[in-house]
């Protein structure tokens, strides 16, 4: 094991540097092993030099010696020779943002922690947890409830972790719409402008919000809050119209961010908002629309001292990043946010993340923007395993410390900042990326989600699948991960459970053609044996994923928002047993045909080919309703 002596140092390095012994194989000592020396510098730099027993780390921000921590101890771990380095941070702040209320996964302060750790030995320097309704405000009790909400004692506690490895945390909330899990109690029925946004311009509306902002900032260190303030889809169309009548949207937004900035500047905060909302009024409701109609005074609705985060993951030329960011100066000096695309199902789809996060950042680098963010979205279930995110911020992080993108140092950097290995997380891109997929994903496929939700009799996307080799492709990739719950270390039962959705997947996937097959070419004999073979193991096999994911979850999550995954796998596994039972029915005489299997598969969305971004559960087990508002 490496020893290094760190009595020069001064006591937050020391600190810092104790969280990290375990994760990253070293013991520190005053009196023995290499000694290193750090050298805060006015310079915009992270420079590295050891000599014999001696290394100095040259940095300007705390998250800069960490990078420089990394780089020295990864050299240290394959050679004993001296060793320089110097690189130079991109941004002033480069930041991830989780998602821990949209998919019911509440990350457990350890989790947190050890993505902190992971993400100092890369140089990020910013941690956003995105809370609609995940901690708590202790004036409303129904906000947040049976949510697995956060404490204050437990932001906190992730806010003392997160300093002394260089890292800011920055509460992330919802102040407009977005609060869909919120509004639902009756007891904020006087603040709703429709079910998911608030009543603009009524006095207990910012009495609320006031609530809101004080409880996000408590636990906090930092001045500066995320308000949120996106996808307010019905603004202006509920209560608002009723009682005002038709009001254009930009200034419903400017009198709400009016009033919200009157709290916030009385708390003595430093806000940030995403900025589709004001964008979208001058592009008939398109975020992203080409040429937008924006009136001269445009940034009159805009308070000077709020910063305005342009977000964007579908963009794969980098002059309409250019041109964005222009559009963006126009209201003050923007925070871009790109994605890591791990939120529409099971997969990682990482040919989309790359071909939008280098020309974005690229972008970024050349137009001087100083603040980027990842975000890592939960939509619909956080049906990914939160740890197959880390080459997306790895991705990012190695983007901040060069001008020009090294794919070899990146997939190098992964290996030695996640202790894992690159290939076998890169090809999660393959539970989505299947036959008859283009390569890298870019139309949004998650085949995985949908073939593992889907019904065995109605099958609404086997029209798209018929014919693709999904057995063969399912089995490979479960053989694949097999290796890779052997070889990963901290994140071996991760592949256990990649590897038991795939091997679900080679058995479920084509299970409704064939069952619909056999059915109309009247092959009994078919029919038998997938009652008597494959119905069953495709029932175990989800059965044994059931329990792995369960497991993973209570690992990483808190335990409240697990139920609506057990509801999706109990949905699963007894419309298994009811296939199996309702085959052997017809085998027996007992029902005279199967209704299901005799309607024809039509398309799903009314096109050929695989479908893109079906994430919705409810649209995808069923032609009906799952429940009067689901």
């Not at 805009?302 to 963006?328: C, G, K, L, N």
């Not at 009247?522 to 044994?544: F, S, V």
């Not at 335990?559 to 009811?578: A, C, N, P």
């Amino acid at each position: 094991m490496i020893q290094i002596n760190i009595a020069s140092l001064n006591s937050e390095l020391k600190q810092g540097l104790i969280l990290l012994c375990e994760d990253y194989d070293f013991a520190l000592s005053d009196t023995e092993g290499l000694q290193l020396f750090a050298e805060h510098t006015g310079e915009n730099l992270v420079q590295v030099s050891l000599k014999g027993q001696s290394a100095v780390i040259r940095y300007h921000q705390k998250s800069h010696f960490f990078r420089g921590f990394s780089l020295l101890l990864e050299h240290l771990k394959e050679s004993s020779a001296d060793y320089a380095a110097a690189e130079t941070p991109q941004f002033d702040e480069l930041g991830a943002m989780f998602d821990v209320s949209q998919g019911n996964a509440v990350l457990r302060v350890s989790s947190v922690k050890a993505m902190l750790r992971r993400m100092a030995m890369m140089g990020m320097n910013m941690l956003m947890l995105y809370c609609e309704d995940s901690y708590t405000v202790e004036e409303e009790p129904y906000f947040g409830y049976m949510r697995g909400r956060y404490t204050e004692a437990e932001l906190k506690e992730c806010d003392d972790y997160a300093y002394l490895l260089g890292i800011e945390m920055i509460p992330c909330i919802q102040t407009l719409s977005h609060l869909i899990d919120v509004l639902k109690w009756p007891a904020f029925d006087n603040i709703k402008e429709d079910y998911e946004t608030l009543f603009v311009g009524g006095d207990e509306t910012y009495a609320f919000i006031e609530h809101l902002i004080r409880a996000a900032v408590k636990p906090f260190r930092t001045k500066r809050i995320h308000i949120g303030m996106d996808e307010a889809w019905h603004l202006g169309t509920g209560r608002y119209l009723a009682e005002h009548g038709l009001v254009p949207g930009e200034r419903i937004m400017q009198e709400h961010l009016s009033r919200v900035m009157e709290i916030v500047r009385k708390l003595g905060l430093q806000p940030m908002m995403w900025s589709d909302m004001f964008l979208r009024q001058f592009g008939g409701g398109d975020y992203y629309k080409e040429q937008l109609d924006i009136p001269k005074d445009a940034a009159s609705l805009v308070p000077p001292d709020i910063d305005m985060v342009y977000w964007d993951y579908y963009h794969e030329d980098e002059a309409f990043y250019d041109s964005r960011i222009q559009t963006h100066r126009l209201f003050g000096e923007p925070i871009f946010a790109g994605g890591v695309w791990t939120w529409v199902g099971f997969g990682a789809n990482w040919g989309l993340t790359y071909a939008t996060t280098h020309p974005a950042l690229q972008s970024c680098k050349k137009n001087g923007i100083r603040r980027i963010f990842a975000t890592i979205w939960g939509d619909n279930g956080t049906e990914c395993n939160i740890w197959a995110n880390l080459p997306g911020l790895q991705l990012f992080a190695e983007h901040g410390y060069a001008e020009s993108f090294d794919e070899e140092k990146f997939r190098r950097r992964f290996a030695f900042c996640c202790g894992a290995v690159y290939k076998d997380f890169d090809d999660l891109r393959y539970l989505d990326e299947i036959p008859g997929c283009k390569p890298g994903n870019l139309e949004q496929v998650n085949a995985s989600k949908y073939l593992l939700w889907q019904d065995p009799l109605m099958g609404l996307f086997d029209y798209h699948i018929k014919g693709l080799p999904l057995r063969e492709h399912y089995q490979n990739l479960t053989s694949h991960f097999e290796k890779a719950m052997t070889r990963n270390g901290a994140y071996n039962e991760m592949f256990r459970f990649y590897m038991l959705l795939s091997k679900t997947l080679a058995a479920k996937a084509e299970l409704g053609l064939c069952l619909t097959q056999a059915y109309r070419a009247g092959d009994r004999e078919a029919l038998k044996t997938l009652a008597a073979e494959a119905i069953p193991q495709a029932i175990e096999y989800a059965e044994q994923l059931r329990r792995c994911h369960k497991a993973n979850w209570f690992i990483d999550n808190k335990t409240m928002g697990w139920d609506i995954m057990d509801m999706r796998y109990g949905s699963l596994l007894i419309r298994l047993h009811s296939a199996k039972e309702q085959v052997e029915a017809y085998l027996n005489g007992d029902e005279n045909s199967l209704e299901e299997l005799a309607e024809p598969r039509r398309s799903f969305n009314g096109k050929e080919g695989l479908v893109p971004y079906a994430n919705w559960y409810g649209r995808i087990v069923s032609a009906s309703r799952i429940a009067p508002e689901a």
